[in-house]
């Protein structure tokens, strides 16, 4: 340490810094119209992603809403120890890890197989068509999707279970039956995403040099080959990247499709983190509790984030940072 203070005073180490100041100030001034764009961007996450922050203080509180965040009684860990000891807490985990998981590993690779697929597609008017219709739902809200799903899967006139009666089968009461509150939560959740998620796989495929294929045809390449040896290879890195978004976003399951979807015959195997929060907090008022629950959940998807980009970097050679 007192080794890099007296680099940095003696003459080359003044001399190094100004030209990193230099340096940087040229960028600025270089990138000035892309900085001024970035504003909006900075001071959206500086007041509603940063600086929020501030409320977590409340998990380590009492808190009172007529004695204010400050004036309420600090308690420590009370609400941790709490949650931790408590009945829901394995439940909870359980339910949140497999639902996530469940999600990460059926649903991660099909937007790869549908962006791999359209990009061999050669009729443009159908390729249009498939995207068109694959990502609309992503332009949907959260309520008319789940409002879709019950409508389909409704035991009266459901679409399933028309299907199924046809067949001469009995018709199954879908979102009362805990067995199928996965599949179903799992099965929608690749549908609204996997056309969204596909143009990003769509736009790396794009990205990879023409002449590559010119080689690999001129060397009698297979298209398979070419898919195998010169598409996948190239698609790695942002395969990576987005594996890495989702394992860190794995634990953290909106409680918006999963609260419009379960119902007291499914919370055994529905209930997770957000909805817990979400009675807590709102419903029972109890801040401080549902602000710990929240604060746990946050650092357990923290830890997944750092893990996954820790392994990304040991197996790929990329990761976020």
């Not at 028309?162 to 009995?170: H, P, T, V």
């Amino acid at each position: 340490m007192q080794q890099s203070n007296l680099e940095l005073e003696s003459p080359s180490g003044e001399k190094r810094l100004h030209s990193r100041f230099e340096a940087t100030w040229k960028h600025i001034k270089r990138d000035k119209q892309l900085l001024i764009l970035f504003i909006p961007c900075i001071v959206f996450y500086l007041l509603f992603r940063y600086g929020p922050l501030y409320g977590l203080i409340i998990a380590f509180k009492d808190y009172s809403v007529f004695s204010g965040v400050w004036g309420s009684d600090w308690v420590g860990l009370k609400h941790f120890v709490k949650f931790f000891t408590s009945d829901d807490f394995w439940l909870l985990f359980k339910n949140t890890l497999l639902l996530g998981s469940y999600t990460l590993i059926f649903g991660f690779p099909f937007p790869i197989l549908l962006a791999v697929l359209l990009n061999e597609v050669r009729v443009k008017w159908f390729k249009k068509s498939v995207q068109t219709f694959s990502y609309l739902p992503a332009f949907l809200s959260v309520v008319i999707i789940c409002s879709m799903i019950i409508d389909f899967l409704s035991p009266n006139n459901g679409l399933f279970n028309q299907m199924i009666a046809a067949l001469g089968f009995e018709k199954k009461y879908f979102l009362i039956d805990p067995n199928w509150f996965r599949p179903i939560y799992v099965i929608s959740e690749i549908w609204g995403t996997m056309g969204y998620e596909a143009i990003i796989y769509l736009a790396a495929i794009a990205g990879i040099s023409p002449t590559l294929y010119e080689a690999a045809r001129v060397d009698g390449a297979s298209r398979f080959r070419m898919l195998r040896h010169i598409t996948l290879p190239g698609l790695l890195p942002t395969l990576l990247i987005m594996f890495i978004l989702k394992t860190g976003s794995m634990i953290r399951i909106g409680y918006e499709k999963v609260l419009l979807l379960y119902n007291p015959l499914t919370y055994d195997v529905a209930d997770v983190f957000s909805t817990y929060v979400y009675r807590k907090g709102l419903l029972e008022s109890n801040y401080s509790y549902a602000a710990a629950v929240g604060l746990f959940e946050a650092l357990v998807a923290m830890v997944m984030l750092l893990a996954a980009n820790y392994l990304s970097k040991r197996i790929g050679g990329n990761g976020l940072w």
